[in-house]
């Protein structure tokens, strides 16, 4: 056997099923960690008090309302994951028989996305921007690291978070271009997160819906696209051959050439 051979070898041969398994399993690992990450980014929008992210801005307007015995008090997490359900929801009644079964797995992305999104508010429970300084270097941190986890979500390849997936259904009923039918889901949740804020404290939240959060709906958005073309080393971590037969490979290459050389 050749060097030569053996490459071929490496790169052609079919992926086992135990292969198949790791190879699943290491994928939502990473994606995991990349839910993670948004949701860190996320929590650090709250802290900042200068206006949540636009996905968080319902929950966490329905969680100030629980806190203050006008609303279940539940936790920013929990009305996520409410309100992915009802995104999940609204895509079914929207595609009927076109929605695809697999598509149920958003419930699942997005329950994990409200669970962490707790821990990470409890990580987070010591930040307090109590000056316009920290409040904006909070909301510009948290709007980074944001940017950089749903850059990384993107790349696992797994189903869509419900708050992309609503307004996907959108598009492919209406044929309306994907970007103008995110703006629009976008902005109609920001404003039924004032709206929450008015029906029950009667005001609008200036830390629920605020400067912060414009500046999130465009600077995320920028962060997303810059790390587009930057992250071949995350696609090379995500379809890594699994197992250690490409390690037996990889020596075997290593003593063979070495031979030649010789």
């Known amino acids: 056997m050749n060097t030569e051979n053996i490459a071929n070898l490496t790169s052609t041969s079919p992926l086992t099923k135990k292969e198949k398994t790791i190879s699943f399993l290491w994928q939502h690992l990473l994606l995991v960690i990349s839910l993670f990450i948004m949701t860190f980014g996320v929590a650090l929008c709250v802290r900042s008090n200068f206006g949540s ?9 329905m969680t100030l309302a629980g806190a203050a015995d006008k609303a279940p008090a539940l936790s920013i997490g929990d009305y996520t994951n409410i309100m992915n359900i009802l995104l999940v ?3 079914i009644l929207i595609l009927r028989r076109k929605f695809e079964r697999m598509q ?6 997005g329950f994990l996305f409200g669970f962490l999104l707790d821990v990470n508010m409890w990580l987070t429970s010591g930040i307090v921007c109590d000056t316009i300084a920290y409040k ?5 941190a948290g709007c980074l690291v944001l940017g950089t986890g749903i850059a990384f979500e993107i790349r696992c390849g797994s189903v869509t978070m419900p ?5 996907a259904a ?7 271009p994907f ?3 995110k703006i629009g889901v976008d902005t109609t949740l920001v404003i039924i997160a004032v709206l929450t804020g008015y029906a029950y404290f009667g005001t609008w939240l200036w830390n629920v819906v605020g400067p ?6 465009f600077f995320v958005g920028l962060v997303v696209r810059f790390f587009d073309g930057k992250l071949r080393w995350f696609d090379n971590m995500l379809h890594y051959r699994p197992g250690f037969r490409r390690y037996l490979f990889g020596l075997a290459r290593f003593i063979y050439g070495r031979k030649n050389r010789d």
């Not at 992210?53 to 307007?61: D, E, K, Y």
């Not at 904006?136 to 510009?140: D, E, L, N, V």
């Open 53 to 61: 992210s636009v996905i968080s801005s319902i929950p966490l307007a």
């Open 89 to 91: 929801g609204g895509q």
């Open 104 to 109: 149920l797995f958003q419930l699942i992305i």
């Open 136 to 140: 904006i270097s909070a909301q510009i």
């Open 163 to 167: 708050g992309e997936g609503f307004p």
């Open 170 to 176: 959108i598009c492919k009923a209406t044929g309306i």
């Open 179 to 181: 970007a103008k039918a």
């Open 212 to 217: 912060g959060t414009l500046f999130a709906m």
